[in-house]
């Protein structure tokens, strides 16, 4: 069924007891719309609970109310039933990106929110609104809706994923509707300097030497089109990073001068790869990504492979990802 923000609203009013669900390797976005989803929701007297079938980075550890806010799917699996009676999914264009939570889809009403033009609609009402530059941006007009009196906090944690999903306001994802609810948010108490330090000027410095390896293994082809690099579990090993806590990296690869796509293949279990896509102007990695099984958004996606042989997998996906660049140039004008 095809939803709008107005039948959010009013499954919400109907519910009292409240299970907020976000996507395994979960992002800024995602806990920054799970977390001000919660505080909001307590603020109209619901019981909530928020979960990720996943652990968080450790980056976004760093926020004290993420952390006491985000439980895990042991916390909650006991008595799912008796304990819940609406389930709302954030962030998450398909069912397998909520990890074991997929099994209780069919047995609750489900509201799902999101942002991806990937999105395969498979919740009970869907609001998926791909203009939107963040889930959390659909969280503040839902809070808005509901007139929630804000506390600085409930303003930083909901600021958090608008500022993390457009790339602190600069990707094509930006456009004025973020600026207008971000300077709504920062009226309300949010700070974003406080959030730009804690996740952009924080950064270990284990993971800046694992640049340098990442560097090592860059290679770039398609005329400088295409950069791409790898990252396994034993570059991590050496400077002691959990997979949960990788950078991956991607956009520094992106910025080189002329390079449209940029990918990054990533161990996060033995021969299991995450694989990180982005675009600078104008090439769609969504297609990309769905078509291996993943998705996404037009600047920024990806997908997950199995492989015992990942040279020969970076090979035929490279080579196949620079066909579709040759072949969409064409339709192109500049
Ligand atoms: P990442 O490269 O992991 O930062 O992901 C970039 C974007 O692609 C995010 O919007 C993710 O939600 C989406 N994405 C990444 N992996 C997958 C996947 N396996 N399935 C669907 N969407 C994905
Ligand atoms: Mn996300
Ligand atoms: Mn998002």
């Given at each position: 069924m095809k939803g709008n923000i107005k039948e959010i609203t009013k499954e919400i009013v109907k519910n009292e007891k409240i299970l907020l669900v976000g996507h395994i390797l979960p992002d800024g976005d995602d806990v920054s719309s799970l977390t001000s989803m919660k505080l909001g929701l307590e603020k109209l007297g619901k019981k909530v609970s928020a979960v990720i079938d996943d652990d968080i980075p450790e980056y976004l550890l760093q926020f004290p109310t993420i952390k006491a806010s985000i439980e895990s799917f042991k916390d909650v699996e006991n008595n799912i039933y008796q304990n819940f009676d609406l389930m709302i999914i954030l962030d998450?264009?398909?069912?397998?990106?909520?990890g074991r939570f997929e099994k209780y889809l069919n047995s609750f009403r489900v509201l799902l929110i999101d942002h991806h033009?990937?999105?395969?609609?498979?919740?009970?009402?869907n609001w998926v609104d791909p203009t939107m530059g963040s889930t959390a941006q659909m969280v503040y007009r839902i809070l808005k809706d509901f007139n929630i009196d804000y506390d600085n906090e409930l303003a930083n944690m909901n600021l958090l994923g608008i500022a993390t999903d457009t790339g602190f306001f600069k990707y094509q994802n930006a456009g004025s509707t973020v600026f207008r609810d971000a300077a709504d948010l920062i009226e309300k108490g949010a700070n974003i300097s406080y959030i730009a330090n804690t996740i952009l000027d924080n950064t270990p410095l284990e993971h800046i030497l694992l640049y340098k390896d990442i560097l090592n293994e860059l290679k770039i082809t398609s005329e400088g089109r295409i950069a791409y690099s790898l990252l396994t579990l034993g570059m991590l090993a050496k400077y002691n990073i959990l997979p949960k806590d990788s950078p991956s990296f991607v956009e520094n690869i992106r910025?080189?001068?002329?390079?449209?796509i940029a990918i990054v293949f990533q161990?996060?279990?033995?021969n299991l790869y995450h694989v990180s896509l982005r675009s600078k102007k104008?090439?769609?990695v969504s297609k990309i990504a769905l078509k291996y099984g993943g998705g996404g958004h037009p600047r920024a996606a990806g997908f997950s492979i199995q492989t015992r042989n990942i040279e020969k997998s970076i090979k035929e996906i490279v080579e196949d990802i620079s066909k579709y660049l040759r072949e969409s140039i064409g339709d192109l004008t500049f």
């Amino acid at each position: 069924m095809k939803g709008n923000i107005k039948e959010i609203t009013k499954e919400i009013v109907k519910n009292e007891k409240i299970l907020l669900v976000g996507h395994i390797l979960p992002d800024g976005d995602d806990v920054s719309s799970l977390t001000s989803m919660k505080l909001g929701l307590e603020k109209l007297g619901k019981k909530v609970s928020a979960v990720i079938d996943d652990d968080i980075p450790e980056y976004l550890l760093q926020f004290p109310t993420i952390k006491a806010s985000i439980e895990s799917f042991k916390d909650v699996e006991n008595n799912i039933y008796q304990n819940f009676d609406l389930m709302i999914i954030l962030d998450s264009s398909s069912p397998d990106r909520v990890g074991r939570f997929e099994k209780y889809l069919n047995s609750f009403r489900v509201l799902l929110i999101d942002h991806h033009v990937t999105n395969t609609h498979f919740g009970n009402i869907n609001w998926v609104d791909p203009t939107m530059g963040s889930t959390a941006q659909m969280v503040y007009r839902i809070l808005k809706d509901f007139n929630i009196d804000y506390d600085n906090e409930l303003a930083n944690m909901n600021l958090l994923g608008i500022a993390t999903d457009t790339g602190f306001f600069k990707y094509q994802n930006a456009g004025s509707t973020v600026f207008r609810d971000a300077a709504d948010l920062i009226e309300k108490g949010a700070n974003i300097s406080y959030i730009a330090n804690t996740i952009l000027d924080n950064t270990p410095l284990e993971h800046i030497l694992l640049y340098k390896d990442i560097l090592n293994e860059l290679k770039i082809t398609s005329e400088g089109r295409i950069a791409y690099s790898l990252l396994t579990l034993g570059m991590l090993a050496k400077y002691n990073i959990l997979p949960k806590d990788s950078p991956s990296f991607v956009e520094n690869i992106r910025s080189i001068r002329n390079v449209e796509i940029a990918i990054v293949f990533q161990e996060y279990k033995e021969n299991l790869y995450h694989v990180s896509l982005r675009s600078k102007k104008w090439a769609d990695v969504s297609k990309i990504a769905l078509k291996y099984g993943g998705g996404g958004h037009p600047r920024a996606a990806g997908f997950s492979i199995q492989t015992r042989n990942i040279e020969k997998s970076i090979k035929e996906i490279v080579e196949d990802i620079s066909k579709y660049l040759r072949e969409s140039i064409g339709d192109l004008t500049f």
